[in-house]
């Protein structure tokens, strides 16, 4: 996955790649929810104490909290924290070790009206280790990625459905951007069918 270089350039990556290890830990509250805690770590060697110095460390430590609530039928509530824990040459590291958060909150108005919101940010830098794809994730990059939106959905419980919805994201390198829209979605439970028609 990493090996998308030539020759010097790629002859150390093995040594932070060397086993992977996650795991995690969680609480379940009885008719409340869940609480977890989480660690994932992909490699051992870091890039400066490797034969050949590299810029960039593709290993990758990271600690996570995770939770779920569902104090009352109608509202379910997700969301998780990411925390970069390696270490990295502080002149090059972004200003947060926050990597991830992502969290969402469902409304069942009604059987047949639900409301969610979510909101995400993330931290290229801290949030990826290293890919071959380097001009979608960039560990040089800086910048975050913030999202929210909301989502409203009619008829859930029925063979009609209608979505509206709208989303605000903001890139720091690329700038901002707004999609709103809505879809009808019919399905015919008989046939095992689902269509429908949307347009953002």
Not at 23 to 35: D, N, P, Q, V
Not at 122 to 142: C, D, I, S, V
């Amino acid at each position: 996955l990493y090996k998308n270089l030539e020759g010097a350039a790629q002859k150390d990556y093995e040594y932070q790649h060397d086993f992977i290890f996650g795991t995690r830990l969680g609480w379940r509250m009885s008719k409340i929810g869940e609480l977890g805690l989480s660690y994932l770590q992909d490699g051992t060697t870091a890039a400066k104490d490797l034969h050949v110095p590299s810029p960039v460390d593709y290993t990758r430590r990271q600690m996570g909290a995770d939770i779920h609530l569902v104090p009352i039928s109608i509202i379910d509530f997700t969301g998780r924290t990411l925390w970069d824990m390696a270490k990295h040459d502080e002149m090059a590291m972004a200003p947060s070790r926050i990597a991830e958060h992502d969290y969402t909150l469902a409304v069942k108005i009604a059987p047949t009206f639900v409301v969610t919101g979510n909101f995400t940010e993330r931290n290229f830098q801290a949030y990826f280790a290293g890919t071959n794809m380097p001009n979608l994730f960039r560990q040089t990059e800086l910048g975050k990625h913030r999202g929210y939106g909301i989502n409203v959905v009619l008829g859930p419980a029925s063979a009609v459905q209608v979505v509206v919805d709208y989303r605000n994201t903001k890139r720091d390198s690329y700038g901002e951007a707004n999609r709103f829209g809505g879809e009808v979605r019919w399905t015919i439970p008989e046939s095992k069918l689902q269509t429908g028609l949307g347009l953002h």
